[in-house]
């Protein structure tokens, strides 16, 4: 489910995770706006978009670009590099994009998480660095074309940045717009060295881990299971990790959207927002690192958020239908037809209908559709990477991707349920040749687990059926090599489920891996 990097790719791609922490303050803080009006109205700086309101529906890209500079070009210094561990490489990626659709009123939001290494057609990068790739990538191609257009025309260094910057904030609000389908009214923008002094200034992030985060080489994050208030150094590990995660940057993606749901949940559970000596050093780095459109009139969309909590605010990640190297990378194959359709349903559903009074006149005991299903499969005597191309397949056909993994030898392949997924767990069991499914108390409710043994030498061809029989074309490009995973035709893949705050949960956060 993951890939191994070297360390040159790691300390050169994972640099940036979240540009959303004072995004997200954005959405919530209407209550600073009548102390501190002169600050919030000098926020902004981008001219890349603009025509749309402030106030009703709307869609807001949040990008976290890796950057080791300033927003002038300026290198960071190497003092503040060793404490980020963020190594000394670094482009000018946009480790997060994360789309967020405001429903009317400002008291609901859905937002998706898109995946970095998403492979799709580029806009506004003018071909440099090819018209297709990981779709991360766009803002430093188009930045790195302006920024060569602008050599030698007599500007300083601090212009030449600045303007190479805006085209990468246009080529990838224009990128994740032909991805989705759907238009960006708005935008937010944090780099590397904003994200760590705004956690600075806010004194930490709590996360809630089910399971150790463990990546000192990488990220260098060294974090226990459980409740945890982090440093500013250690949340940027937190959200910068994705090695040794069951699902790398998928997993990652849930760690971002959780920050956010801390950042909701602490202006409005301690004070943030009615206290100036809190207020004000926030304003002073947001004013310096927080990049947004002009267009975006801060102070009225300020007054129409006060309503917005973290159970209101759903995250997803967009789903991907495999792996796949694309001219000598690894990356995400995507069904961009399928993308479309997810976010279109999310962000513009259709009017709910009435409930009707009448009952059936005999109830019957309802079958658990198979989204509502997680499966988690352990390779014990397949042939390798059996377990990871398995569970694609079952989510190609609507399974929630779970747990991938390896487990002691097995003399046959197995398959066990918990609570309500008896009648999925049997669907899948006769996938196999000879394989029943049974209870089994030490399996979580709605999970299924398929323990895989020398019996199976290939993905069932059941399984494969049934995904192309519900799947339309899929648009990718074609690969420079051919796959180990399923096939680009299907419509659905892994997408790591949906981040939702329980009721009552402590700091607002769910658990995340």
């Known amino acids: 489910m993951f890939r191994a990097h070297s360390g040159a790719a790691i300390a050169g791609k994972a640099g940036y995770a979240l540009g959303c922490v004072f995004a997200s303050l954005i959405m919530v803080v209407s209550g600073f706006a009548y102390y501190v009006k002169s600050q919030v109205s000098s926020i902004g700086g981008s001219n890349v978009i603009s025509g749309s309101p402030s106030v009703g529906a709307m869609n807001i890209l949040l990008m976290g670009l890796e950057s080791r500079t300033y927003w002038s070009g300026k290198p960071l210094p190497r003092s503040i590099v060793d404490v980020m561990h963020a190594g000394s490489q670094g482009g000018n990626a946009t480790n997060t994009l994360i789309l967020i659709h405001i429903f009317a009123g400002g008291q609901k939001a859905?937002?998706?998480?898109?995946?970095?290494?998403?492979?799709?057609?580029?806009?506004?990068?003018?071909?440099?660095?090819?018209?297709?790739?990981?779709?991360?990538?766009?803002?430093?191609?188009?930045?790195?074309?302006?920024?060569q257009q602008l050599a030698g025309k007599g500007l300083?260094?601090?212009?030449?940045?600045?303007?190479?910057?805006?085209?990468g904030r246009l080529a990838a609000i224009e990128t994740v717009q032909a991805l989705t389908g759907v238009h960006i009214d708005h935008f937010a923008e944090l780099n590397l060295v904003g994200f760590y002094r705004l956690a600075q200034i806010f004194g930490g992030v709590m996360v809630c881990l089910k399971q150790p985060a463990y990546d000192p080489n990488f990220s260098g994050a060294q974090i226990p299971a459980g409740y945890h208030l982090l440093n500013a150094a250690q949340a940027l590990a937190f959200v910068r990790q994705r090695e040794n995660l069951t699902n790398g940057d998928l997993d990652r993606t849930h760690r971002q959207q959780a920050v956010i749901d801390y950042v909701i949940w602490k202006l409005a559970h301690q004070g943030v927002i009615t206290d100036l000596a809190q207020l004000n050093p926030l304003m002073t780095v947001a004013k310096q690192y927080l990049i947004t459109d002009n267009g975006w009139n801060l102070l009225e969309f300020l007054s129409e958020m006060k309503s917005l909590t973290g159970k209101n605010l759903t995250f997803r990640t967009l789903p991907i239908v495999g792996y796949q190297k694309f001219n000598g990378q690894d990356a995400n194959v995507v069904n961009t037809d399928n993308i479309k359709q997810v976010v279109h349903q999310a962000f513009y559903p259709p009017?709910?209908?009435?409930?009707?009074?009448?009952?059936?006149?005999?109830?019957?005991?309802?079958?658990?559709?198979?989204s509502a299903i997680t499966v988690d499969v352990y390779n014990?005597?397949?042939?390798?990477?059996?377990?990871?191309?398995?569970?694609?397949?079952?989510?190609s056909v609507g399974y929630q991707a779970g747990k991938v993994g390896n487990i002691a030898a097995q003399s046959s392949t197995k398959v066990v349920y918990g609570t309500g997924a008896a009648d999925n767990a049997h669907r899948i069991a006769g996938y196999f040749t000879g394989v029943t499914a049974s209870p089994s108390s030490s399996v979580a409710?709605?999970?299924?687990?398929?323990?895989?043994?020398?019996?199976?030498?290939?993905?069932?061809?059941?399984?494969?059926?049934?995904?192309?029989?519900?799947?339309?074309?899929?648009?990718?490009?074609?690969?420079?090599?051919?796959?180990?995973?399923?096939?680009?035709?299907?419509?659905?893949?892994?997408?790591?489920?949906?981040?939702?705050?329980?009721?009552?949960?402590?700091?607002?956060?769910?658990?995340?891996?």
């Open 351 to 370: 009017p709910a209908r009435k409930a009707t009074a009448k009952k059936p006149a005999t109830a019957k005991k309802a079958t658990l559709p198979p």
């Open 156 to 167: 300083t260094s601090g212009q030449v940045a600045w303007q190479g910057n805006e085209a």
């Open 445 to 513: 409710a709605g999970h299924v687990e398929v323990l895989l043994g020398p019996d199976v030498t290939s993905v069932p061809a059941g399984i494969s059926s049934s995904a192309a029989a519900g799947s339309g074309s899929a648009s990718s490009p074609t690969p420079s090599t051919s796959s180990t995973t399923p096939s680009a035709s299907q419509s659905n893949g892994p997408s790591g489920g949906a981040v939702t705050v329980k009721a009552n949960a402590p700091y607002g956060i769910p658990c995340v891996d």
């Open 110 to 147: 859905v937002g998706f998480s898109i995946p970095r290494d998403d492979w799709v057609d580029m806009v506004g990068t003018q071909g440099y660095g090819g018209a297709q790739g990981k779709i991360d990538q766009a803002y430093g191609f188009a930045m790195a074309n302006k920024q």
């Open 380 to 395: 014990g005597g397949a042939p390798g990477g059996m377990a990871g191309r398995l569970s694609q397949a079952l989510t």
